[in-house]
């Protein structure tokens, strides 16, 4: 017995009718899209992208962390990407709760001092897109070789709107 039999028993399911084998790993409509982690967020199906279309990073806030343009800079020279989407959203814990209001939260949570744990908290949302766009768009290994674009996703009407 696993704690993980459920999922399990649905990847069988899902391997039973699998005809997705002998893919390669690029990115085949072009595209990398840095997002936020949060679970309103479809990525592929929210850009009209099916399976192996494009390269996905995510975490808390959708930021351009040092692991992202890791990513990107792989994504751009070796898997095909030729445009980047930055794509934060709306109601984002990172960007409306403080940093010090997330580490109490946790350290109650975890009923153990969080005060040391950081969260990359985003006090200007609008900002730091555009500086996260920036970082991609001034780095020495991606620059000009792709387009990159900073959009807000609406997470109530499922809408894009570039601000970047
Ligand atoms: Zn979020």
Same mark, same amino acid.
């Given at each position: 017995?696993?704690?993980?039999?459920?999922?399990?028993a649905?990847?069988?399911?899902?391997?039973?009718?699998?005809?997705?084998?002998?893919?390669?790993?690029?990115?085949?409509?072009?595209?990398?899209?840095?997002?936020?982690?949060d679970?309103?967020?479809?990525?592929?199906?929210?850009?009209?992208?099916?399976?192996?279309?494009?390269?996905?990073?995510?975490?808390?806030?959708? #930021?351009?962390? @040092?692991?992202?343009? &890791?990513?990107?800079?792989? /994504?751009?020279?070796?898997l095909? +990407?030729?445009?980047? *989407?930055?794509?934060?959203?709306?109601?984002?814990?990172?960007?409306?709760?403080?940093?010090?209001?997330?580490?109490?939260?946790?350290?109650?949570?975890?009923?153990?001092?969080?005060?040391?744990?950081?969260?990359?908290?985003?006090?200007?949302?609008?900002?730091?897109?555009?500086?996260?766009?920036?970082?991609? #768009?001034?780095? @020495?290994?991606?620059? &000009?070789?792709?387009?990159? /674009?900073?959009?807000?996703?609406? +997470?109530?009407?499922? *809408?894009?709107?570039?601000?970047?």
């Amino acid at each position: 017995m696993s704690d993980f039999d459920d999922l399990l028993a649905a990847n069988r399911e899902f391997a039973d009718s699998f005809d997705l084998g002998g893919f390669d790993g690029k990115a085949h409509a072009g595209i990398a899209l840095v997002t936020c982690m949060d679970s309103r967020i479809d990525p592929l199906r929210m850009l009209g992208l099916k399976h192996g279309d494009a390269k996905i990073f995510r975490n808390p806030g959708g #930021r351009v962390t @040092p692991q992202a343009l &890791e990513a990107l800079v792989l /994504g751009v020279h070796l898997l095909n +990407v030729q445009r980047v *989407l930055v794509v934060p959203h709306t109601r984002c814990a990172m960007a409306s709760a403080s940093e010090a209001d997330l580490r109490a939260r946790v350290g109650e949570s975890a009923g153990v001092d969080a005060s040391w744990q950081s969260f990359g908290v985003v006090t200007d949302q609008l900002g730091q897109l555009r500086e996260d766009v920036d970082k991609v #768009r001034t780095h @020495p290994l991606i620059g &000009e070789r792709a387009k990159v /674009g900073g959009f807000i996703y609406d +997470v109530d009407t499922g *809408l894009l709107t570039q601000h970047a």
